[in-house]
């Protein structure tokens, strides 16, 4: 059995929203009602993202000392080091912007990583973003992970989606296999989808070992 894990970044990987506090931050809370606006989907997170970052100003050196002080749940490293072992592609997808992402991985010494993202462009003490990966199939997304994993899965990859929030919907759609907390937890629960709840990566690698080790028994049983 062949599988791939995708993870969301904000909240997932990290233990903060990273996104949704530097916008917050560098707009003085200008994008707040965009926010709200996009959570009942009355605008679609392409309008929201480049709207919230036509608000911020600040400097590129402003927006790297703030973004510093964010973290990463420790299981992290914990679940790329078992996916590399299990030889599982692991991806991360996210709807936030490059230049965090790569940098609160880098201080944690996570650099080889798959990373599908939106780009931030800092011009003059503006920040604009670029949605590279963004298409019309999918109107809701800025970058549609549903899209990613069609496009990235190989044929009989069981898909193991790991997220929390919105921007998680469609990729959880894809999965074969959920593990969903906060907002994506409520939004599966009215689509009556089946899946597994966490609050850290520890649990969600934990459960994966097992996931692993009952389908290896499963394969030496059938073999005979
Ligand atoms: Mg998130
Ligand atoms: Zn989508």
Redesign the pocket.
């Known amino acids: 059995m062949n599988y791939s894990l995708f993870i969301d970044f904000d909240y997932t990987i990290t233990t903060d929203d990273v996104g949704n506090r530097f916008y917050t931050y560098f707009s003085q809370g200008k994008n707040e009602p965009l926010v709200k606006r996009w959570l009942n989907r009355e605008i679609t997170t392409h309008e929201c993202l480049t709207k919230e970052a036509g608000l911020c100003r600040g400097t590129r050196e402003e927006f790297i000392e703030y973004i510093e002080r964010f973290e990463i749940d420790t299981g992290f490293p914990e679940l790329v080091r078992l996916c590399a072992e299990a030889n599982i592609p692991l991806y991360v997808l996210s709807d936030g912007l490059d230049f965090y992402i790569r940098h609160i991985l880098g201080k944690y010494g996570i650099n080889e990583i798959n990373i599908y993202s939106n780009i931030a462009v800092f011009n003059n003490g503006f920040l604009e973003i670029e949605l590279p990966h963004w298409t019309e199939e999918?109107a809701?997304?800025g970058n549609?992970?549903?899209?990613r994993i069609r496009q990235l899965r190989r044929k009989d990859d069981r898909v193991i989606y790991v997220g929390d929030g919105l921007s998680d919907?469609?990729g959880a759609r894809e999965a074969d296999l959920i593990f969903a907390k906060d907002d994506l937890a409520k939004f599966l629960e009215q689509e009556d989808r089946e899946y597994i709840e966490y609050e850290n990566l520890f649990e969600v690698r934990d459960k994966l070992i097992g996931i692993l080790n009952s389908a290896r028994n499963k394969g030496a049983a059938s073999r005979g």
Do not use: M, R
């Not at 549609?144 to 899209?147: H, I, L, P, T, Y």
């Open positions: 999918c809701s997304c549609c992970k549903g899209e919907l469609c």
